[in-house]
């Protein structure tokens, strides 16, 4: 029941269906082949997989932003909701709103910026004119306060 939910996180960063179901099938394929290198002791497996459907995703998406594309076909719109309406709809995302809530507004931003749009911590620093140190310890202190909050 994991997949509606990855893909969701990786169409939110690639805003086409066909990339993000090759984004799933790329990641399920090498978690198959992998699968000896997860770490239970290191966490739980859904965040494991949700870090490598985002990081499979922002790759690809750095790759294409590189290719020159001889045609662009229009894709259907996706009407499935997005990724943070289907997280509200658990206890989890619940909680999780109401700890992002808890956050001052430039923190949250970050997080917002990261993690569900995707753009890289560099992004970040070029789009807010913030040192790039700075956009990172800030986001690390931010997910430190959702842990905390979280494990409350």
Do not use: N, Y
């Amino acid at each position: 029941m994991e997949s509606p939910r990855l893909k969701a996180v990786a169409l939110r960063i690639t805003r086409s269906a066909s990339v993000a179901e090759d984004v799933l099938h790329d990641v399920f394929v090498k978690v198959w082949h992998d699968a000896a290198g997860f770490d239970p002791t290191r966490g739980a497996a859904r965040p494991w997989l949700t870090t490598k459907v985002r990081f499979r995703a922002m790759e690809i998406m750095r790759r294409a932003g590189r290719e020159m594309s001889g045609m662009d076909l229009a894709e259907p719109e996706d009407d499935s909701p997005d990724a943070l309406t289907q997280l509200l709809r658990h206890a989890d995302g619940r909680a999780l709103h109401a700890c992002l809530a808890e956050l001052d507004d430039q923190k949250r931003d970050f997080i917002h910026r990261a993690f569900i749009k995707g753009h890289s911590h560099a992004d970040l620093a070029t789009e807010t004119g913030i040192p790039l140190g700075t956009v990172k310890s800030t986001i690390r202190r931010s997910l430190m306060l959702l842990r905390r909050c979280l494990d409350r």
